[in-house]
């Protein structure tokens, strides 16, 4: 800072002053404070006001470099810029870090246990082999047309035959209690609340249709497996739920949700294996696969329960079933289940 920004700064204050007794007193210290700083004019301005070993000056004359200061070295007040988010709508991991793409040229997994959709030619030396991430399914030229627009709930029934009848092709989503269906449908349609989620499990008692893109259903079936429902009632969804199964006429595929976060139930073996016998196309899907088990405690990672899981069910299946893991929590595999959804679809329309 040069002296003579200084002194007209000094100046200024003095022509400001007025001309009764108290107003020339306050002249004079202002003229003796001016003549002291003039003494160290040698010194670097800001070096002389910020240091601690300067001689001690009169009240007024710290009220003078105070302000002084203050005025030079004020900085621009920033202004913080508004979040389009609210609070209440926090922000998904995707949006942080770069988004992986949906497919991979190349996978680990073998050829023979793949999951090839008709009319495609699959070849692990083929660098225009695509396989989903986080599954054993290869990409098809069915798979367009997969992004969800719009959704809405039609309707609930307990009746395989009240279920709506327009013809659209449908996906069947079903699991043990409390595997997080609800949690995987509202994160495929980008809805928190398309479907209630409940922390007391078995509160699907219904077969409910979601109308996607006003083309096609999502399906929430009940769960099953859950002891605490009255026997009568879990009779009553075993059978409408397998009625369902075996009569729905526009049933693309089932979606069999399995907790990958611990070791593999009977229920969902016994499962798995009614479907197989019965020919029911059934894609596997993996939750909860964000959990990790503490190996000290036993525990497997989700990879292994997978693994496992499709190891004591092959005997049931001439061809290895499709699978995908997933998270409701990171939204890991939803996009792999909605192109999965649209590949088949698309095939399905066409023949």
Not at 8 to 25: I, K, Y
Not at 277 to 288: G, R, S
Request: glycine residues 4%.
């Amino acid at each position: 800072m040069s002296k003579i920004v200084y002194f007209s700064f000094v100046q200024q204050a003095l022509s400001s002053s007025g001309s009764d007794e108290r107003t020339r007193r306050l002249l004079h210290r202002k003229k003796a404070a001016m003549a002291v700083l003039a003494h160290f004019q040698k010194l670097h301005f800001s070096t002389f006001l910020l240091t601690r070993a300067q001689p001690p000056l009169s009240s007024l004359s710290r009220q003078f470099n105070s302000t002084l200061c203050s005025k030079l070295y004020r900085l621009p007040t920033l202004i913080r810029p508004q979040s389009a988010l609210s609070a209440a709508e926090p922000i998904p991991v995707t949006q942080l870090l770069e988004p992986p793409p949906p497919a991979e040229t190349q996978s680990p997994i073998p050829l023979d246990k793949l999951f090839v959709p008709p009319e495609t030619q699959v070849s692990l030396d083929d660098p225009t082999t695509r396989v989903l991430r986080g599954s054993n399914i290869v990409l098809s030229k069915y798979a367009r047309d997969a992004q969800v627009v719009q959704a809405e709930f039609v309707k609930s029934s307990v009746r395989t035959e009240d279920c709506p009848s327009d013809g659209s092709p449908e996906f069947a989503l079903v699991g043990r209690s409390n595997v997080g269906k609800s949690s995987l449908l509202n994160s495929l349609v980008r809805r928190k609340k398309l479907a209630l989620t409940s922390k007391k499990p078995g509160k699907t008692q219904c077969i409910n249709h979601f109308r996607i893109n006003e083309s096609w259903f999502l399906v929430d079936l009940p769960g099953y497996g859950y002891a605490s429902a009255p026997h009568e009632c879990r009779t009553d969804w075993a059978k409408f739920t397998k009625d369902y199964f075996l009569n729905r006429s526009t049933l693309v595929s089932v979606f069999l949700l399995i907790d990958a976060s611990i070791p593999a139930k009977k229920i969902d073996l016994e499962y798995a294996s009614w479907l197989g016998q019965n020919q029911i196309p059934m894609t596997l899907v993996f939750t909860k696969c964000d959990k990790r088990k503490k190996k000290k405690n036993g525990g497997k990672h989700p990879e292994e329960n997978v693994n496992d899981f499709q190891e004591l069910i092959r005997g049931y299946f001439q061809t290895t079933p499709p699978w995908i893991m997933t998270s409701s929590v990171t939204n890991q595999g939803r996009d792999e289940i909605l192109l999965h959804m649209a590949q088949l679809r698309n095939y399905w329309l066409k023949h």
